[in-house]
């Protein structure tokens, strides 16, 4: 069908507004108001060993970064999204402020042009954190509120939406992760930082996705049975280190995600993983 589009559209283009008749093959899409695009999203899970890191090109050309792993991983971001060809991002999230998580963005602050940052209100008293309070601020940028509710990105067939933190104070640092939500035509990645299972069961909203980003690097905290059963994945992403001391990640969660699907994939055997979609497929590679 997407050959078909494509041809179809580079006629249109060659021929001006002549009209074209084609017979295209009724397919299951008449089911579905989004057609294949060319405008893929390619999400990008970056091994970061024991941290999250994931940058996503978004097909409407914007481009966002959910974490950047531990401070000295700050330049395997860095050089990762250079390669890339950007130099801006247009979101940044930091889910929480642990340092496996928002110890490289600092220094990703200060080497991209950034133009929104979120951030959960968390209090942190960490060297690290304050580090990244004082880029923030030198760089002139303000931080947005990150919690349930809100929308980063409302398009015609692109919404990006907050799921969690839904309450405003946890005993545990990791349950203030943001929560977030892509949706891409009829596909949906789900980023849950390292929410647990108590956060998982604030929320209300619609987590069902195809694409999971794993919470809490596959520690059995996260991905509780009912959380699971609702966001119903056909595919797993575990962002984790190699024979780190945490037991990450546990074999319960594996165990419990191989009842959903067998295309799990792990930072700490796959390297760095990207997954492409055009709205209606799915495609998946891997660095090893
Ligand atoms: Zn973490």
Redesign the pocket.
């Known amino acids: 069908m997407k050959k078909i589009i494509i041809v179809l559209m580079f006629l249109v283009l060659i021929s001006g507004c002549a009209k074209i008749n084609l017979d295209i093959p009724n397919s299951n899409s008449s089911n579905n108001e989004f057609e294949a695009s060319e405008d893929e999203l390619v999400a990008h899970f970056i091994d970061v060993g024991q941290?999250?890191a994931n940058f996503i090109e978004l097909p409407n050309g914007d481009t966002m970064l959910i974490d950047a792993g531990e401070a000295y991983e700050s330049d395997t971001v860095i050089d990762y999204i250079e390669n890339l060809g950007y130099t801006d991002i247009d979101y940044v999230i930091g889910t929480h402020p642990?340092t496996?998580?928002i110890g490289g963005l600092a220094d990703v602050i200060n080497t991209f042009d950034v133009a929104f940052i979120y951030m959960p209100k968390a209090v942190s008293t960490s060297k690290t954190y304050e580090n990244l309070l004082e880029t923030i601020k030198n760089k002139g940028l303000n931080i947005h509120t990150g919690a349930s509710g809100v929308e980063v990105l409302n398009e015609d067939n692109l919404a990006i939406e907050m799921l969690a933190p839904n309450a405003e104070k946890y005993s545990g640092m990791n349950n203030y992760s943001i929560v977030l939500k892509i949706t891409y035509g009829n596909i949906s990645f789900l980023y849950t930082g390292?929410a647990e299972a108590l956060s998982e069961k604030e929320i209300t909203s619609d987590v069902s996705a195809d694409v999971l980003k794993v919470g809490?690097?596959g520690s059995d905290t996260s991905t509780s049975n009912e959380f699971l059963a609702r966001v119903n994945p056909s595919y797993a992403i575990i962002s984790v280190g190699a024979n780190n001391s945490y037991n990450h990640p546990s074999s319960s969660t594996i165990k419990k995600l191989e009842e959903y699907t067998n295309n799990i994939y792990r930072t700490d055997l796959n390297g760095s993983i990207i997954v492409k979609s055009d709205g209606i497929n799915i495609e998946v590679e891997t660095e090893k």
Do not use: E, I, P
């Open positions: 941290g999250d642990h496996d998580h390292d809490h690097h």
